[in-house]
């Protein structure tokens, strides 16, 4: 793995109407790491991820990617997973890998044509035939066919059965280079701390704690999910 410093974040402030709602956020990030920034609903998971993804402007703070300040140039190199989805849903599924194709230089269309059949999903059914669930597998395998530097997915599993949730862990985990770093918002530790390399806990816009996953679990004894569940008495 190399390891170099690929997401950096310095004394990051953000409010909205004099609400803080993120304070004071030291945070580095190497390459080469899945990493889940876990923390319970409406703690500032989303408006850091926004943040990081240019989509809102920090009331004060710095955000590196690479060494490089955020902006156009920082977007090129991170593939991002909003909560919600963005998609024309009156588009074929084929129409919208052509769109990608055509936005994204680092988008590998033949990897999301085999990953989109893996989950048995047809590249010429339109996304208002398909269910939510179905919608958020198919933005999934999009953001995963980036080859991007980092990817950033934000609660990735919420609409999605068990079963699917599995496949969707795999695909992430088969679908980023060792140059590369996951981030995964969530707050379904159980089903995902398998797959995590390190640990963020976040809360009333802190962060509380930032580990080794193995580490955390072996001097704690104890999952990740328990952990975090001890911590903020879920």
């Given at each position: ?79 991002y997973l909003p909560e919600r989805t963005y998609l024309n849903k009156q588009m ?60 950033v997915l934000d609660e990735p599993l919420g609409g999605v059965d068990p079963a699917t949730r599995d496949y969707i862990l795999d695909t ?63």
């Amino acid at each position: 793995m190399i390891n170099m410093k690929l997401l950096e974040i310095k004394d990051l402030n953000k409010s909205f109407d004099n609400k803080e709602i993120l304070k004071d956020i030291n945070l580095s990030i190497q390459s080469g790491k899945i990493i889940g920034l876990l923390g319970k609903n409406g703690v500032g998971k989303t408006t850091l991820i926004k943040l990081i993804n240019d989509l809102l402007t920090p009331t004060s703070g710095e955000i590196l990617i690479k060494g490089q300040k955020i902006g156009i140039e920082t977007k090129k190199v991170i593939s991002y997973l909003p909560e919600r989805t963005y998609l024309n849903k009156q588009m074929k599924v084929s129409e919208v890998i052509s769109y990608f194709e055509d936005f994204y230089d680092n988008f590998d269309s033949e990897k999301a044509v085999k990953l989109l059949k893996e989950l048995d999903l047809d590249i010429n059914q339109k996304l208002t035939q398909m269910s939510k669930g179905m919608q958020e597998k198919v933005q999934l395998v999009l953001v995963m066919s980036r080859n991007a530097d980092l990817y950033v997915l934000d609660e990735p599993l919420g609409g999605v059965d068990p079963a699917t949730r599995d496949y969707i862990l795999d695909t992430i985990l088969s679908n980023f280079n060792e140059n590369a770093s996951v981030i995964i918002s969530t707050h379904l530790i159980s089903d995902i701390e398998k797959i995590l390399d390190e640990v963020i806990f976040i809360d009333k816009g802190q962060i509380v704690l930032q580990s080794d996953a193995d580490k955390l679990r072996n001097k704690e004894n104890a999952s990740i999910d328990e952990i975090f569940r001890r911590m903020f008495k879920c």
